[in-house]
């Protein structure tokens, strides 16, 4: 094992009082884990610090072409007020593959294991008690080399930060609208829509300012080539469910980020009967499957909110209604299958979980 240096902060934060006003990625604990990387030298000086600002030049890359990818995961606090994570080294291994497309050193899955337990050692104490509420982890990397240049980064920097959090949707578990977006594109297959790197979601952004003003949640991406098939919502996977026992959702093309989530569903899905069908979906197909009653539920994939039931599409200036416009029988089963496996609360027979 590598050795961590670890250095307790000599002045802790006071935890929220009221976890029913947590909000989401607001707050943040009192530790941080950081981890340097050299060109010639590899990955080094890995520690576990207070949290603090972080120092860095004007002049670094990631201000200025973009080198940073990140990951999102969560530690859960369960009944017998033990901890567990949800299928963390999956998610060490999605950023290696954002790293290398991204042009960036991959980082040992075993180090980023190591220096995750070791901050949740000093502070997985800031995991919240209240339903639906945990622990969000994002591990983030950066390029740091003080160089005006549009190439590879010789220094990259590596830290993981903490935020105790509530629901991602203040309305919780409800229905939402989701707005189809014609004119924006945000990937390409071939380019980097697979990565969790931050200019996939600043991508998304002025798409989802369109939503909002049409009242709806989140904007849903059509493919950058037709603009013809759905591809994924601004923070989440798509997921359709049919009458028939069958759960369609686009099939992972390299502009769809590959959602850890999204697969969890999936292998659930199996489980309780249902056939999942990954392929094409044409924006047009799905309307006219809701309006013959074929198709009767539509839901988001994610790890911030995990699963959201949608209950209507915008598109073209109209508002169609999925099914019965509440929360679905198959959506709402599988949200409680998933989430009370990652709360402990029911057994977990596919090898998800992970004390701490």
């Known amino acids: 094992m590598t050795s961590i240096q670890v250095i307790q902060t000599k002045a802790p934060k006071g935890k929220p009082a009221d976890e029913q006003q947590l909000g989401f990625g607001r707050l943040f604990t009192d530790h941080m884990l950081l ?18 600002h972080l120092s860095l030049d004007p002049a670094c890359s990631v201000f200025h072409y973009g ?10 606090r369960t009944g017998a007020d033990g901890f ?7 998610n060490f291994l999605r950023l290696n593959r954002s790293a290398k497309r991204m042009g960036m050193p991959e980082i040992d899955v075993d180090l980023c294991m190591e ?18 509420a945990s622990l969000y982890i994002r591990p983030t990397m ?17 830290y993981i930060i903490l935020s105790p959090s509530g629901a991602y949707y203040t309305s ?21 829509g697979f990565t969790k790197t931050g200019g996939n979601y600043a991508a998304s952004i ?101 699963i959201s039931p ?15 416009g509440g929360v679905g029988e198959i959506t709402t089963k599988l949200y409680t299958m998933l989430t009370e496996i990652q709360y402990g609360i029911s057994a977990d027979p596919m090898g998800w979980v992970m004390p701490v």
């Open 84 to 90: 567990q994570l949800f299928r963390p080294r999956d």
């Open 67 to 76: 080198q940073e990818i990140f990951e999102g995961l969560k530690c859960y």
């Open 206 to 306: 002025l798409a989802g300012v369109n939503a909002k003003e049409r009242g709806c949640a989140q904007a849903l991406w059509l493919d950058g080539v037709e603009q013809r098939y759905i591809e994924e919502v601004g923070s989440m996977n798509i997921m359709f469910v049919y009458q028939d026992k069958r759960i369609v959702t686009p099939a992972l093309n390299g502009s769809i980020l590959p959602g850890i989530t999204r697969d969890s569903v999936m292998k659930l899905a199996g489980a309780i009967g249902y056939e999942v069908e990954e392929r094409r979906v044409a924006i047009q197909e799905v309307l006219e499957d809701s309006r013959a009653g074929r198709l009767t539920e539509a839901f988001g994939t994610g790890t911030a909110a995990v």
């Open 142 to 158: 950066i390029a740091v080399d003080p160089y005006l240049g549009v190439s590879a980064a010789n220094r990259y920097l590596f």
């Open 115 to 132: 220096g995750l337990l070791q901050l949740l050692s000093l502070d997985k104490e800031w995991t919240p008690r209240a339903a639906d």
């Open 310 to 324: 949608v209950n209507e599409i915008d598109y073209q200036g109209r508002r169609f209604q999925i099914g019965e």
């Open 172 to 192: 919780g578990f409800a229905p939402v609208c989701i707005y189809v977006e014609e004119n924006l594109v945000r990937a390409v297959r071939g380019g980097v």
């Open 35 to 52: 981890i340097e990387y050299m060109a010639g030298e590899g990955w080094h000086n890995a520690r576990v610090e207070p949290y603090r």
